[in-house]
């Protein structure tokens, strides 16, 4: 099976709406990484002092062909053009080792746990 990286990066606050949307799309589950902005157009001053924005990345290890439905509903509820601010792209996967796409394919032990 041929895997992609989902990344997606949106304003802090607007990661579970992400996940959200993209359990709703058919992925199994994400990565949340903490992260700052460093857009010219992001830097903000407070008391003389620059402050970035806070971000979250959501990654999501997905089968290629369900990546375009789960990116598509993650940038529409938290896109470019919502308050989440976000993007999202793909990375190609070499190669996956120790992941599991959900209980059909975890074999009948795995349902007994």
Do not use: H, W
Request: hydrophobic share 45%; charged share 25%.
């Amino acid at each position: 099976m041929s895997y992609r990286l989902i990344v997606s990066i949106v304003n802090r606050g607007f990661e579970t709406a992400a996940m959200d949307a993209a359990r709703n799309a058919g992925a199994t589950g994400g990565t949340f990484l903490n992260a700052r902005g460093a857009g010219a157009r992001e830097a903000e001053k407070a008391f003389g002092i620059e402050v970035q924005p806070e971000k979250e990345i959501v990654l999501i290890l997905s089968p290629e062909d369900k990546c375009a439905d789960i990116m598509r509903a993650v940038v529409e509820k938290a896109g470019l053009n919502t308050a989440g601010a976000g993007i999202s792209f793909t990375l190609p996967v070499d190669s996956v080792l120790g992941v599991t796409m959900g209980i059909e394919e975890r074999g009948d032990d795995a349902e007994s746990e």
